[in-house]
């Protein structure tokens, strides 16, 4: 318990300092690019890569487990896109989005840092989830909404801008390397190992402390219909399914079991209001919902931790 508290204090205690400062000591965006250019490409790159590269080839390529965690997030984007269409009748774009908010987690700037403080090794489940995750969001946001505009679009264009999305994501790129470096067992120069640990050792706090003035800058707004489904299955329902998939699959490694029930339990990604700005729907309530389930997540990212450092996640519920 001792050990939990002591990470997660000042885990949030960084995404504080950049919620205060983000309200407090507002200067020029342009700043707060340059930050997010440094984490995005510089940082966090370098620990997916480390994460990823020391681990054994056999790790990565655990299908089963990669298979029930997206199907578990694909379930939660379904679910909450038929709802929005079908009972509360929004647009494609708009359903699209709340259901990316409902099942898209921060696990870039939040569950790599978290989980590599926390649980070390079973980092690599974190990094698989979050290539696989981000591969079916970048795929189904934009499919959605070039089917919900009324112009006709330009399928092959559209194909080609998924891919680029997807393949040259810093992390996606990242976890390629890596992979090709366990597969062979290539050993990197101790010049370069150097440089990509300094990188990795700042990759969490600047995450963590721009994530904070991220959620500084969202603008809390009127709440629709569909605000508290998104919510509910983003903080409550997507860990839930997780669990119940793993669980009933079967044969997975109980910490890998907790690290997937962890990243599914973390608030809805910042990326969703970046996509939800480019294609001009959910704005507001992408906000809105990385806002609140960030506050709630202090609660059950803690919660989960806590399951995992006891032992008392209960694996053999069924």
């Known amino acids: 318990m001792n050990t939990v508290v002591n990470l997660i204090l000042p885990f949030f205690g ?39 590269a020391s681990a054994p080839i056999e790790q990565l390529a655990n299908w089963p487990f990669i298979l029930a965690t997206t199907f578990s997030s694909y379930a939660i984007f379904v679910v909450v896109f038929a709802v929005s269409i079908l009972i509360l009748h929004k647009k494609i774009g708009e359903a699209a989005m709340q259901a990316a908010a409902a099942s898209y987690g921060n696990i870039g700037y939040m569950g790599l840092p978290l989980t590599v403080a926390a649980l070390g090794p079973a980092a690599v489940p974190a990094a698989l989830i979050f290539c696989f995750d981000s591969t079916l969001q970048y795929s189904l946001v934009p499919l959605l909404n070039s089917f919900g505009k009324s112009e006709k679009t330009d399928v092959g264009a559209m194909l080609l801008k998924i891919c680029k999305r997807v393949f040259l994501h810093p992390f996606i790129i990242a976890t390629i390397l890596g992979v090709l470096v366990s597969a062979f067992s290539i050993s990197l120069p101790k010049p370069v190992n150097t440089l990509l640990d300094f990188l990795s050792a700042a990759a969490a706090p600047s995450a963590l402390f721009i994530l904070g003035v991220t959620v500084a800058y969202q603008r809390f707004a009127g709440v629709g219909r569909e605000f508290p489904l998104v919510v509910v299955a983003k ?39 970046v996509l939800a700005v480019q294609y001009d729907e959910y704005v507001e309530g992408s906000s809105n919902a990385i806002l609140i389930t960030t506050a709630i997540s202090m609660i059950t990212v803690t919660l989960v931790l806590i399951m995992i450092d006891r032992g008392r996640l209960p694996l053999d519920f069924f």
């Open 14 to 52: 960084l995404i504080l300092m950049g919620f205060i400062a983000g309200k407090f000591m507002r200067n020029d965006k342009s700043g707060t690019e340059w930050f997010n250019i440094f984490v995005v490409y510089f940082a966090l790159p370098p620990l997916v890569f480390q994460t990823v």
């Open 235 to 273: 903080t409550i329902l997507h860990p839930l399914l997780v669990f119940v998939v793993l669980t009933l699959m079967g044969g997975f490694d109980p910490l890998w079991v907790g690290v997937a029930v962890l990243m599914a339990s973390l608030p809805t990604a910042a990326t969703v209001f």
